[in-house]
């Protein structure tokens, strides 16, 4: 058990790495397109009182979560792009990992997991919602989808009780 624990730690490691370098080369990158009126013009994410407001604001995209992540990462940083492009690559980062703990719950085979996250974090189609600052609603609806299937697959191998299928499909390597 300590040994496998000690793998997987180490291989999400392994994926932090590798996407701190695949994509360090985007912190400096600026402000495009739909940023400007959805993240520098916005005057409700720059004041923290209206955070709720901004939240739900009326703007060309009315994207709740994200614009809450937007006047956060604003609140924390004004204006700076930096900060915007690290939240969005940790986030694909974070993904990654929790597709790899998803995964190796019920693949028997440990290099399919690594193999598939791996994939999963370099695959050139991740690119554009981790570089451009809106797609990071990508992002996040693969964050909360990963999120779910991983607390799930986790309660189901701990309460079978809960899943009132008699034969529960499970994948096996």
């Not at 695949?22 to 005057?43: C, K, S």
């Not at 050139?124 to 299937?149: A, C, E, K, N």
């Amino acid at each position: 058990m300590y040994r496998l624990l000690r793998v997987k730690s180490s291989f999400v490691f392994f994926l932090s790495l590798c996407g701190a370098i695949l994509y360090i080369g985007n912190l400096e990158a600026p402000f495009v397109y739909d940023d400007f009126r959805q993240i520098v013009r916005n005057t409700k994410l720059k004041d923290p009182s209206e955070i709720v407001d901004a939240s739900f604001t009326d703007t060309h995209q009315n994207r709740p979560l994200q614009n809450l992540t937007f006047a956060i990462n604003w609140a924390i940083s004004p204006n700076s792009r930096f900060s915007f492009h690290l939240f969005n690559n940790a986030l694909h980062i974070l993904n990654s990992a929790i597709l790899f703990l998803f995964l190796s719950s019920f693949v028997k085979r440990q290099y399919l997991p690594q193999l598939a996250s791996f994939f999963f974090l370099v695959h050139p189609l991740q690119v554009q919602s981790v570089t451009y600052i809106m797609g990071r609603i990508s992002l996040l609806q693969t964050f909360i989808t990963l999120l779910i299937l991983l607390v799930f697959s986790n309660l189901e191998a701990r309460t079978p009780w809960l899943i009132s299928c008699e034969e529960r499909p499970r994948l096996s390597c």
